[in-house]
């Protein structure tokens, strides 16, 4: 594979896109569009690491190789719908997805990690996917009903053999001796997402290898196993592709050597069946272990951009106060042990309660004179020597103060007296 230009998407919204460019920019570095994704961007010109900009550290990008990014896209969910990605960490594709579904819609994510599942949920955080929930868990055996997921994402553990001239080492490490606990899981996984399917309902299963039983024998075999039917892929412009290594494979992905980007393959199936009208389902509010809490109320909470936060709750679990999407709470069954967006701390009980949002819960900073105390920062200057440790002199005043860049959205700042310093670098 060749990868002559380094990748990235812009994870604003479509508004802020030039003021994310501008922030690039005035830290010298420059990119063009990719054809494939109105998002995507190659660089041009990198006068440092791109994972030391001021816009990737306050989660304005996110870097992913551009063949990542063609599984959200190729399973293509409609604005509002929800998505459950099985595995999802480091978040790459969750937060693509998010991003695909907009603010009514909704993706939960899986992971069996511990570690892994600190990664994922810390790249939401950054970039601001508020409408996700995570799960620690096995995707195959959380405790979802069946039946239920119009859209499931499936990018299973694989070989990794496409990603073969980043990982040198991964042909030794996944040799085709040692690919039989790979394959074996796969198949589980797509049994699992089969079930999980509303009839009708589609699953993108992708992998980061080119190896043939992990990529068109898994097809095969689903097309024989399982309810399930493939359906066609469009070739999204920008990429070679490669021809299926089985026959009978029409419409499957398979990014070729001689293109720029990771080796993918990819191959989207449909469930067999007439789609049926939304299952009602019941809130699982009362049974959650944390506290509803109304943080309009709370101390603290005054002009905040409350009215930014998708449909859903905002609970208190132990002094930390999580955002609940709608979807979330209708969907995810009592027992389920899940995480929703952090927002802040809450303090103090009764009238003496307070609440102060997480430096990185940007949804909440108004627009300037809208509300709470915002900085409108002009010149990267000024976030450069915040990210160092520095900090400002501002008015005084009580609680946090909202940081952008030209009316970009970046942080809170904490406020001592007169001096406004920095917490999330």
């Known amino acids: ?16 896109v030039p003021l994310a460019e501008a922030l690039l920019r005035a830290q010298g570095f420059d990119f063009e569009p990719e054809p494939f994704f109105d998002r995507a961007r190659r660089l041009t010109r990198e006068p440092f690491a791109l994972g030391e900009s001021l816009a990737s550290r306050f989660g304005h990008i996110y870097i992913q190789d551009r063949s990542s990014m063609l599984p959200p896209l190729a399973l ?14 480091p978040g790459s594709k969750t937060g693509l997805l998010a991003g695909l579904v907009g603010p009514e819609g909704f993706v939960l994510g899986a992971e069996p990690s511990a570690d892994r599942i600190g990664t994922l949920r810390a790249n939401l955080r950054r970039t601001g ?3 996700t929930a995570t799960a620690k868990g096995e995707a195959q055996s959380l405790p979802l009903p069946d039946g239920r997921w119009a859209y499931i994402q499936l990018d299973p553990p694989c070989s990794g053999w496409g990603t073969a001239e980043k990982n040198p080492r991964v042909m030794e490490l996944w040799d085709e001796s040692r690919t039989g606990p790979l394959v074996a899981l796969q198949k589980t996984l797509l049994a699992r997402a089969a079930d999980l399917l509303a009839p009708g309902g589609v699953v993108l299963y992708s992998t980061c290898t080119t190896h043939v039983e992990e990529n068109e024998a898994q097809v095969a075999w689903a097309l024989k196993a399982l309810d399930l039917e493939l359906e066609p892929l469009p070739a999204p412009p920008g990429f070679t592709f490669a021809d299926p290594l089985l026959p009978g494979m029409a419409g499957v992905l398979r990014v070729a050597e001689e293109s720029d980007g990771q080796g993918f393959f990819l191959a989207r199936f449909r469930k067999r069946g007439e789609p049926c009208a939304p299952v009602e389902r019941t809130a699982q509010t009362a049974s959650l272990p944390g506290q509803r809490i109304d943080p309009r109320r709370l101390a603290g909470c005054e002009g905040l951009a409350w009215d930014r936060l998708p449909p859903g709750e905002v609970h208190d679990f132990g002094g930390k106060a999580y955002f609940l999407h709608r979807e979330a709470l209708s969907r995810i069954p009592e027992g389920m042990r899940w995480q929703g967006y952090g927002l802040g701390r809450v303090a103090g ?7 102060r949002p997480d430096g990185q819960a ?10 709470a105390d915002v900085l409108v920062v002009e010149d990267v200057a000024v976030l450069e020597r915040l990210l160092s440790g520095q900090s400002l002199d501002f008015r005084p005043g009580e609680g946090p103060v909202g940081l952008t860049f030209r009316g970009l959205p970046l942080a809170w700042l904490s406020r001592k ?5 920095l917490s999330v670098k």
């Open 362 to 371: 940007r949804v909440l900073i108004p627009e300037p004179g809208r509300g």
């Open 417 to 421: 007296g007169r001096r406004l310093v």
């Open 1 to 16: 594979m060749t990868r002559t230009l380094r990748s990235f998407r812009l994870t604003c919204p479509a508004g802020r």
């Open 349 to 355: 009980k009764g009238d003496r309660e307070t609440f």
């Open 129 to 131: 996917c508020v409408n």
């Open 76 to 89: 293509n969910p409609e604005p509002g719908a929800a998505v459950l990605d099985m595995c999802s960490a």
